[in-house]
């Protein structure tokens, strides 16, 4: 642990015992590993189960699970670094525009569909994107997870993120159903078992609780190689091939592999979810001239911006847990005390 991280603490005059997380956080939060309580140590979090000392760096927990591949999402993110440093000229403003709009219309939904503060949400993923920002100025309690805590500390620094934990989807550090919805954007490519990870976040969403996703369209209108009708194999590659030609030295298709809306809907729905809806986005990333006025045209129709985007957005609510929960929440409510008791 680098000790000159808190060097600051050290030197005041009158020590304050400080939390090191806020409380509303420390309450939510579980080991990765063995799901144990964490309780505040000095400057660290302490499983209470299985005695693993998480540190803080810069205010940001870092919960990664004790197996986490860390060179493999090292890779991811200097692949999208490059992708994003590496491009100019109009097509490029182009695209920028059309991604920031595309966010902007997915937040605009998920704020409508939200209900009112105070809900608990977890954006898994969060990168450098402010997008908490309404939702922490209305008194929500959002928090920003990430693997790269680099990102979350530029959250923090220069948008005033509240709550920031570095960590892994796959292991989440929180106690079983303690959100009231997930935020999940453009991740799905790029991974392989679907169904698992989706199940395993259930478990933390609250019977009810909201999921919103924005996922990579494999059945986007201007992308020729389909990846639902392609094995995945066979998909890298194509698209190997296809950066070779182009002389990109870096191939982001090895990892990738678009999902559709069809494809998540049946597994949300196998999973017990309901009211899963689908929603148009307008914003079309990667269109040169004459593939934008096609859009532009067919956008009339109406499933065009529906099922056809470069992206697709969802929600889905959670009713996995909730018969257990309806015979849980009649438990709670029985005033146990006031009962009659046999004679
Ligand atoms: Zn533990």
């Known amino acids: 642990m680098d000790d000159s991280l808190y060097q600051d603490a050290d030197q005041t005059d009158e020590p304050e015992i400080k939390m090191p997380v806020q409380t509303e956080l420390l309450e939510i939060l579980a080991c990765p590993d063995c799901t144990g309580h964490l309780q505040a140590g000095d400057s660290e979090l302490i499983c209470a189960d299985c005695k693993r000392k998480f540190q803080i760096q ?34 490029a403003e182009y695209d920028a525009i059309q991604w920031k709009q595309s966010k902007q219309e997915f937040w605009k939904i998920v704020q409508k569909k939200i209900g009112k503060p105070p809900k608990r949400i977890l954006y898994i993923g969060a990168g450098y994107d402010p997008g908490f920002q309404p939702f922490q100025e209305n008194g929500h309690l959002f928090i920003n997870l990430d693997l790269v805590s680099d990102k979350l500390e530029t959250l923090k620094n220069e948008h005033k993120a509240e709550y920031c934990i570095a960590g892994d989807m796959h292991a989440l550090p929180f106690q079983k159903q303690c959100f009231d919805a997930f935020i999940i954007i453009d991740l799905l490519q790029y991974e392989r078992d679907l169904k698992s990870i989706l199940q395993n976040m259930m478990h933390f969403l609250k019977p009810e609780g909201q999921f919103f996703l924005r996922a990579i369209n494999a059945w986007a209108l201007f992308r020729f190689f389909k990846p639902i009708v392609m094995p995945r194999m066979m998909y890298s590659l194509i698209h190997k091939i296809h950066d070779r030609y182009k002389k990109k030295h870096h191939w982001r298709y090895r990892y990738q592999f678009p999902t559709s809306y069809w494809n998540i809907r049946q597994h949300l729905a196998q999973l017990g979810c309901s009211n899963i809806q689908v929603f148009p986005i307008d914003s079309y990333p990667g269109l040169n001239q004459i593939n934008r006025t096609i859009y532009h045209l067919l956008s009339l129709i109406k499933a065009v911006p529906i099922y056809l985007n470069y992206h697709y957005m969802l929600s889905a609510e959670n009713n996995h847990n909730s018969s257990f929960n309806e015979v849980l929440k009649r438990v709670n409510s029985f005033d146990f005390d006031n009962a009659k008791k046999p004679s």
């Open 58 to 91: 810069n205010d940001i927990p870092l919960l990664y699970p004790k197996n986490q591949d860390i060179s493999g999402f090292r890779e991811k993110i200097l692949l999208a670094e490059i992708e994003k440093q590496s491009r100019t000229g109009e097509q």
